[in-house]
């Protein structure tokens, strides 16, 4: 059964971090581009990274960049998402996608999600 599950989401006060890992199993994830998206409850689907089982091919929405690192261990099938410098606009459900990589403003063409994991950051 092809499966991706995160974890490590949770509550942190502003200005501080965690890190979300997304474990791919079930299939053969080698060809697919991975990222995260977050949403929101009454805004869509938000596109947050993605990046290239190779490491390559890395790409963040402009409002993370400098504070999210998102990386990714082949012989684990994992894929993490390191946020820092956490601010209360990136409380969402966060999930993790398997797909290819579109243009702007989609970034993904997704055919697997996760279940999603809550993020939750207090001011």
């Known amino acids: 059964q092809v499966q991706l599950v995160e974890s490590g989401g949770g509550l942190v006060q502003a200005g501080g971090s965690l890190r979300l890992s997304c474990a791919a199993s079930?299939?053969?994830?080698?060809?697919?581009?991975m990222g995260w998206f977050r949403h929101v409850p009454g805004r869509e689907r938000e596109f947050v990274a993605h990046?290239?089982?190779?490491?390559?091919?890395?790409d963040y929405i402009d409002s993370v960049k400098g504070r999210f690192t998102i990386s990714s261990v082949s012989a684990r099938n994992t894929v993490y998402l390191h946020m820092n410098s956490l601010k209360p606009e990136d409380t969402a459900v966060y999930y993790c996608?398997?797909?290819?990589?579109?243009?702007?403003?989609?970034?993904?063409?997704?055919?697997?999600w996760g279940q999603g994991t809550q993020v939750t950051v207090s001011s």
């Open positions: 079930g299939g053969t994830w080698s060809s697919y581009a």
């Open positions: 996608a398997a797909g290819s990589l579109t243009k702007p403003p989609q970034r993904m063409s997704v055919i697997y």
């Open positions: 990046i290239l089982w190779t490491g390559n091919r890395v």
